[in-house]
């Protein structure tokens, strides 16, 4: 099991444990787009911000790999390359460890969502799946833990706020 409850402290969790085997990496841009192309005028926007058409490329060009998680470790990115997620997925639902980080790189949340041992890959909402399962972990932007709960099948068991 991926999770590591300990005695006296439940704030851990092993991230470096999955059930899933040779995972690739994939990454995103966890942005907004769009574009407008006609025959005599364009124009591209990323975060509702106007941009050149290599600027759009660069940022649109890994917007399908979220589908290509078959299951993988997918790393989402802002336009900055500030790494803001790092999660185990299977499409857009999270399947493993997921672990979010402040922009000084420091670790926001370190969380678990149920794994889906079966090799079935259908309906995974509908089966229960894409659910937090396990121990999460909240720190604020020094490092310092503030919280930790714990979950099971999505619902909240236990929550320790810290002084």
């Keep these: 099991m991926p999770v590591t409850l300990l005695a006296q402290d439940f704030t851990r969790t092993d991230t470096t444990k999955t059930i899933y085997k040779n995972l690739s990496v994939l990454k995103q841009y966890a942005i907004s787009s769009s574009a407008m192309r006609s025959a005599d005028s364009s124009w591209?926007?990323?975060?509702?911000?106007?941009?050149?058409?290599?600027?759009?490329?660069?940022?649109?060009?890994?917007?399908?790999?979220?589908?290509?998680?078959?299951?993988?470790?997918?790393?989402?990115?802002?336009?900055?390359?500030?790494l803001l997620f790092k999660r185990i997925s299977y499409g857009d639902c999270t399947v493993g460890y997921w672990i979010e980080y402040y922009p000084n790189r420091k670790v926001k949340v370190v969380g678990h969502f149920k794994e889906n041992a079966s090799g079935n890959w259908d309906n995974l909402?509908?089966?229960?799946?894409?659910?937090?399962?396990?121990?999460?972990?909240?720190?604020?932007?020094?490092?310092?833990?503030?919280?930790?709960?714990?979950?099971?099948?999505?619902?909240?068991?236990?929550?320790?706020?810290?002084?």
Excluded: H, M
């Design 125 to 163: 909402f509908d089966r229960g799946y894409c659910r937090q399962d396990g121990v999460w972990t909240y720190y604020n932007n020094k490092g310092l833990i503030t919280s930790s709960e714990i979950w099971k099948d999505g619902r909240l068991v236990k929550r320790r706020l810290r002084k």
């Design 44 to 82: 591209f926007k990323i975060n509702d911000k106007n941009v050149d058409s290599n600027t759009y490329k660069k940022f649109t060009q890994f917007s399908e790999n979220a589908n290509k998680c078959k299951p993988c470790i997918l790393l989402s990115f802002d336009t900055s390359e500030n």
